[in-house]
């Protein structure tokens, strides 16, 4: 699209078009499927049975500034001509019922002196009107203090012209000035990829901005991804279109998107992903669609912009990776947007997220498993001694805790005693040393 109008070099359609003949063979059998957002960004979606249709004239002005080019010039000629028509059709009245348009002989006395001088017919009377409501006034026709009427009806049509001109002018300012223009340069890449990337499988597009201005307050949380599904809930309901929120990565604290040059907006597969299971194989048999929505300020005009696109499940390419684009010549970056849609094949398991983490041992629900069995205990100063006690999910103590430490019952005369193994230590100290002397 943007090649066709000129915002990109023929290079950049060459590609594209190169691009599409290197797809596989899927996209020529695959069946037309309908999709909310086209890749121009414009809702997909038909109104229809619209029954109140007396709501659009209640707010007039954002319904013409809605309509398309052709209807709004035509509204706009519309809106002058009949004015025009009507302000003559009301100046012919007054000059008729005045007499002035009763033939005059032009050697005999004068005649009364006229509301509105040199009107002779509905034409003159329709020269007239321009003439007030253009304030052109040519000097031949003008209203007289003869009749109080005609000076009530020049205010009225005074005031009638500039709230026309105030509404018409407007309506087509803010059709020129619309944020949606903007966004005709704002280019998405034409197909999406899954790659892993940090040993996780992450789905990623590529975005660019083709004009020096820049676009600012625009950080990731404004690239809101959407996914579009058909969902059956546990009561049988079916749900034909489904939204879910995914939230991009953004390694910047700030959280700013800096677009001076063209990004890779990424988004990881992991738990709680509405593509944690999506695999290669199930990709062409799903029925979803991801939004993508691109949000900020002009920096020129100061207007929010919002720019969109979608990619279905045939323009999303399994186990590719987006080319570098950006070089370093003389001193500055250069951007070669030839290369801006074009992939490379990297190696990559045809697995889905889920399923990769199974095979790794991580599962849902299960906790990592705690150390049991016997082993040796750090007993007072100089002793060790085997317990089987398992541990508990505590975080381990240091022997020398001496409020932590273990106690060890000892039978004495049918009485269970408390003893602490700082004690058992010593007493083992001891009996070694009685040892050794004797």
């Known amino acids: 699209m943007l090649a066709r109008k000129g915002l990109l070099p023929d290079g950049f359609l060459l590609t594209r078009l190169a691009e599409d003949q290197n797809q596989p063979n899927r996209s020529r059998f695959r069946s037309q499927r309908a999709r909310f ?22 707010d007039v002005f954002t319904t013409m500034v809605d309509l398309k080019w052709q209807h709004s010039l035509l509204i706009f000629t519309s809106a002058f001509l009949c004015s025009w028509m009507l302000f003559a059709m009301i100046w012919w009245l007054v000059a008729f019922a005045h007499g002035d348009l009763e033939p005059r002989d032009p050697n005999g006395e004068p005649g009364p002196i006229p509301c509105v001088t040199a009107i002779h017919s509905f034409t003159s009377a329709f020269l007239f009107s321009i003439e007030v409501q253009v304030t052109i006034g040519f000097g031949g026709r003008m209203v007289t203090e003869e009749c109080p009427l005609a000076i ?27 944020a949606n223009r903007r966004a005709e340069t704002l280019i998405f890449s034409r197909n999406a990829v899954i790659a892993p990337r940090n040993g996780r499988p992450t789905f990623m597009f590529r975005v660019g901005d083709l004009r020096k201005s820049m676009i600012i307050s625009a950080t990731s949380k404004q690239f809101p991804l959407q996914v579009i599904r058909r969902t059956v809930t546990a009561e049988g309901e079916v749900i034909p279109v489904c939204q879910l929120d995914i939230q991009v990565e953004n390694p910047l604290r700030s959280n700013g998107i800096f677009l001076v040059s063209p990004l890779i907006i990424s988004h990881t597969m992991e738990r709680g992903s509405p593509l944690y299971e999506l695999s290669a194989q199930s990709l062409a048999s ?109 975080a381990p103590q240091p022997w020398y805790a001496q409020s932590e430490k273990p106690e060890k019952e000892v039978e004495q005369k049918g009485q269970k005693k408390m003893v602490q193994l700082e004690v058992i230590g010593r007493q083992i100290e001891e009996d070694g040393l009685e040892d050794i002397n004797d």
């Open 37 to 58: 957002i086209t890749k121009t960004g414009s809702c997909n979606v038909a109104h229809k049975n619209i029954r109140e249709q007396g709501r659009f004239l209640q």
């Open 152 to 178: 009530t009806v020049l205010i009225i049509q005074n005031i009638l012209g500039l709230i026309i001109n105030a509404v018409m002018l407007g309506c087509v300012f803010m059709k020129t000035a619309q």
């Open 286 to 394: 799903e029925d979803l669609e991801i939004i993508v929505i691109l949000e900020g300020v002009v920096e020129t005009t100061g207007i929010s912009m919002q720019a969109r696109t979608s990619y279905t499940p045939e323009e999303i390419l399994w186990g590719r990776r987006f080319v570098s684009i950006i070089t370093e010549e003389d001193g500055r970056y250069c951007v070669d947007y030839s290369k801006f849609g074009n992939t490379v094949p990297v190696r990559m398991s045809s697995l889905s997220a889920k399923e990769l983490d199974q095979t790794r041992g991580v599962q849902e629900g299960v906790s990592e498993p705690q150390p049991q069995g016997w082993g040796l205990v750090r007993a007072g100063r100089g002793g060790f001694r085997r317990g089987g006690r398992a541990c508990d999910s505590s």
